[in-house]
C-alpha cells in the first residue's frame, strides 16, 4: 500500500509479506540475438541460485544515523555533494525539517516507530540516500543504482514519450537511492510519501549485498521505480486503473470476487506491468527468477506461490507472473508474443492449486483474468494522463531489442569485450543495458557474476557522463 499520511507511512516492495543523454555513435546493424537465445531460459535456474545466496548474505547496510547532532552535520556536508536539483528537492528540505523538528522532535518520530516500518523508517531511509551518496559508499554501485532509477522515472517523464500529458501532481526530480537491509528486498517511498518531511523526490532501496551479487533484483527496479514511484507521481491514476482493471476482467464473465481481487491490487498489478513496459522481457523474467529465489532464501521452496491469501495486498506469485507474460504479449516488438508463451510455459512449471484470496480458480481462469488486467492497464486511456494510456507513453519496440543485442556484447566480459565500456546508440538507456544483462545470463552463456560485474561496470560509466549529475562548485 502506499502511503497517505505520517503515521500510516509504510514502503511499497516488489515482494509479498529505479538519465543523461546518451553517446551518439550510430546503431549499428546486428543480428536479433547474439550467442546463446536468451528465450530458452538455459540460464535462468543459476540465475535463481546466485538470486537467493544473495538473499541470505550477511551484509549489512551502513548502520543508521539515530544520533541528531551527528546526523545534522554529516547531512550539511553530505548535501554539498548533490547535483543542484536534488539539494533543492531533497538535500536542502530535508535539513530544514531537522531544524525543525529539532533534538526532541527526531527523539519522537524515531521512539513511535521503533520497528522502523513507518515514519521512523521513511525519514532514516531519506536521510541514507544522502549519506551513502555524499560519503561515497559503495560508489561505483550506488552510480550504477542511481542510472538505473533516474533513467527508468525520466523515461516516463521525457518530452517525447509524454507529448500530450501534463508533468505529474508529485516528483518531477527522479528518485534517489540508497543501500538497504536484506530482509527488506527492493521498495520504494514514492514521492506523496516523501513529502511528509518536505522532500520532493522518492527514494528507492535495494539489499546491500545487491550491489555485488543478486543480478536478478535489479531488473526489480523496473517495478519499484516505473511502477510505484509513476503511479504515486500522477493522482488520480490508480483509481482509474482499479475501476478499469474491474470492468474488463468482468467483461470477460469471470467471477466478480476475482475481478474485485486484481482491483484491490491495483498498486502492484500495474507497478507489474509498468515495469514490462520499461524493460521488456527481461522485467518478466526477473520477476519470475526473483519471486523463486526468495521463496528459496525465505521458505526453502525456489518456486512460484499459487495461492495469494485474502489480507495480501500482493497477487499471488503465479498470477503475477501470468500477469507480466500477458503485458509482454502487448509490447509492439517482433517476439512479443513467443516471449509471452514462453514466460506462460515457465510459469506453469509451478503450477499448484490457483487460490486468489478466498476463491479457487481454474488455471485456465487465472490466466484469463491476468491477460484482462494486463489489457486493462496497458490499454485504458484515462483522465489522470489526459486521455492516453500507459502503453502510448511506454512500449518496448524492436529498436529495443536491437540495442539490448548489441550492448550483449559488453556484459560478456571476455576478449574484446573485456576493456572498458564504450560509446553506445543513440537511445541507448540504462534500462537497456540492465535487459541486456538478463538476457545474456539468462541465456546461459556466461555466468551471473560475470555479467554482473560488467552491467554495474556499464552503467556507472554511463552515468559518470550524465550531466545531469554534474555538481556545481
Known sequence: MFPRALSAATPSTVEWNPPGPPDTAPLQAVAPR????????????????????????????PSDPTFFSSLRARLSKACASLPDAYRSAVGEPLLHKLDDMGPGGFARVLSMDP???????LLLDLAQAVLQRGEGYQARATA????????????????????????????????????????????????????????????????????TEGLLAW???????????????????????SRAVKRKVLAK??????????????????????????????????????????????????????????????????????????????LSFEGAAQWADRLVAEADRDLGTVRLGDVTVPAGVA?????????????????????????????????????????????KGSGANAGAPGKYATGTYAAHAVAAAVYEAVAGGSSPARVMDRMVGVLAAMHDRNPDWKVSA
Not at 520497528?115 to 523508517?121: D, E, H, K, L, S
Not at 523496473?222 to 488520480?236: Q, R, S, V
Open 115 to 121: 520497528a522502523r516500518t513507518g515514519p521512523a523508517r
Open 34 to 61: 547474439i550467442g546463446a537465445d536468451p528465450i530458452s531460459l538455459a540460464g535462468l535456474p543459476a540465475l535463481v541460485e546466485e538470486a537467493r545466496s544473495a538473499a541470505l548474505s550477511p551484509r549489512s547496510s
Open 253 to 330: 464473465e469471470i467471477d466478480p470476487a476475482v475481478a474485485a481481487y486484481w482491483a484491490e491490487r491495483v498498486d502492484e498489478a500495474a507497478a507489474d506491468v509498468l515495469g514490462v513496459l520499461n524493460m521488456g522481457p527481461a522485467a518478466a523474467v526477473g520477476m519470475v527468477g526473483y519471486f523463486r529465489a526468495l521463496n528459496g532464501a525465505w521458505r526453502g521452496v525456489p518456486e512460484l506461490r499459487s495461492a495469494g491469501r485474502e489480507e495480501d495486498p500482493h497477487p499471488a506469485d503465479i498470477a503475477r507472473a501470468y500477469l507480466a507474460a500477458e503485458t509482454v504479449r502487448l
Open 219 to 241: 531488473p526489480a527496479l523496473a517495478h519499484e521505480t516505473a511502477g510505484h514511484d509513476i503511479l504515486a507521481a500522477d493522482e488520480g491514476l490508480r483509481e482509474e486503473l
Open 144 to 211: 550504477a543504482f542511481q542510472e538505473v532509477v533516474g533513467d527508468l522515472y525520466d523515461g516516463f517523464l521525457s518530452a517525447e514519450d509524454r507529448r500530450g500529458v501534463r508533468p505529474p501532481d508529485h516528483g518531477v526530480t527522479p528518485p534517489l537511492v540508497r543501500w538497504g537491509e536484506a530482509e527488506s528486498g527492493p521498495y520504494t517511498w514514492p514521492a506523496d510519501a516523501a513529502e511528509t518531511f518536505g522532500v520532493k523526490a522518492a527514494v528507492v532501496s535495494l539489499p546491500a549485498a545487491n550491489a
Open 367 to 411: 490466466r484469463a483474468s491476468a491477460a484482462a488486467v494486463a489489457q486493462a492497464i496497458v490499454r485504458t486511456r484515462v483522465r489522470s494522463l489526459e486521455g492516453h494510456s500507459l502503453g502510448e507513453i511506454q512500449d518496448w519496440t524492436d529498436r529495443d531489442e536491437a540495442i539490448v543485442a548489441t550492448l550483449r556484447g559488453e556484459m
